[in-house]
Nanobody
């Protein structure tokens, strides 16, 4: 079964940190670009960060540059999102995504809440 399972969300005070994890199974992880998206209430889902396959540079949304870091561990088929200096506007459901030329998978999402 092909799936992505996120973990690590929670409630944190403004300025705090969280680390999200996304474990993949059922497909060849190294063939996929992996990304984190988020969706706040009443807003569209937006790209937060992307880690391509071994060739290519990471991409970040302007709103998280310098605060968030995406990292992939191909040996563990896992992608992480380290989030520092969290702000109330970072509050959203965070989704993991794995995409190749022929397939596109989503996780179930994990809630992140940064209180002011």
């Amino acid at each position: 079964q092909r799936q992505l399972v996120e973990s690590g969300g929670g409630l944190v005070q403004s300025g705090g940190s969280l680390r999200l994890s996304c474990a993949a199974s059922g497909f060849t992880f190294t063939n996929y670009a992996v990304s984190w998206y988020r969706q706040a209430p009443g807003k569209e889902r937006e790209l937060v960060a992307t880690s391509p396959t071994s060739r290519g540079s990471t991409i970040y949304a302007d709103s998280v540059k310098g605060r968030f870091t995406i990292a992939r561990d191909d040996a563990k088929s896992t992608v992480y999102l380290q989030m520092n200096n969290l702000k109330p506007e970072d509050t959203a459901i965070y989704y993991c995504n794995a995409k190749s030329w022929v397939s596109n998978y989503w996780g179930q999402g994990t809630q992140v809440t940064a209180s002011s």
